[in-house]
């Protein structure tokens, strides 16, 4: 476990030119970084994880100045940008066809597509390791694939920690779910609501995204079917406390609850407690014993929590 002082922040950088594995805070969750120019660093990631060869990476950037190196930024995309970054925004944008040699991404962090996925970050400590490092970071949630996403070290070092080489610790991130995912279809396409509200996203642009639809041809692997799941079966919509199980509350009037996400029915605050109390309900759960969720209301970050949510209580493959 490194401090995020300027010694953790050089170590940190140092093993990552190594070609090492180094987990860091974000506002949204931790992220596992890899040198995103360097092939082996990027293979680990995915045997880190667990997680399948053919589901990209999001390439973390200290600037927004320099996304032009790696990817076609305009229009729509430029707009968000300026917008958004730093921020809880992920832009998946064509691959620069002309790229200098020098900017040659690591083809496995696109799994082979002609786009790539970019974001700029909005937290000190992961800024500072992106300014210490000084090239691009390619960082999926620093969690096994299809476990709940850490948003504390301590949630990485349990899933991880014989795996990577360190963890910055920078304290609980403050957005607690991933970042928003936007595409261009050539029109906008949310891939993954998140930690920036959609509607920000709307407001900005002056027109309405389309969700993503099954089958489109830009539609990323990984986002369906059970992920973010907790070991106990996951029930939701729970109003009032079904018998027997954990329930997990938000708002007033959710007497009994085991915890509650945000008692003042905030869903900033809600979205900021979900994975770790996700986590430790799981702990305290007897074997089968369900966790039970009370309604979320679907707007601002509360898509991004019923997202998670939903695939929490998916049918385990
Ligand atoms: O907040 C976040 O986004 C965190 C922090 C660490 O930045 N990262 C994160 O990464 O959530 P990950 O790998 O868990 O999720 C990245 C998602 C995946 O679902 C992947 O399929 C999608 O981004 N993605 C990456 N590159 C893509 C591309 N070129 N086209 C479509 N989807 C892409
Ligand atoms: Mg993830």
Redesign the pocket.
Known sequence: MLKPDADGLARAATLLGAGELVAFP?E????LGADAHNDRAVARIFEAKGRPHF????V?LADAAHAARYAVLDGAAERLASAFWPG?L?L?LPLRPDADPDARLSPLV?AG?P???L?V?DHPVAHGLLAAFGGPVA???ANRSGSI?PTRAAHVLQGLGERIAAVVDGGACPVGV??T?L?FDPAPVL??P??LPTEAIEDCLGRRVAPRRAGDA?T????LSSHYAPDAPVVLEAATPPPGALWLGFGSGCDGAALNLSSTGDLVEAAANLFHALRELDARAEPGQRIAVAPIPDHGLGRAINDRLRRAAAPRG
Do not use: D
């Not at 949204?28 to 992220?31: K, L, S």
């Not at 589901?55 to 999001?58: H, V």
């Not at 990323?220 to 986002?223: A, L």
């Open positions: 974000t949204t969750v931790y992220g589901n990209p990476l999001i973390h809880a992920t998946v696109s597509l786009t790539v996925a974001r970050p960082a999926p949630s996403s991933e970042s995912i595409g891939l993954r998140g930690g830009i990323s692997p990984g986002q």
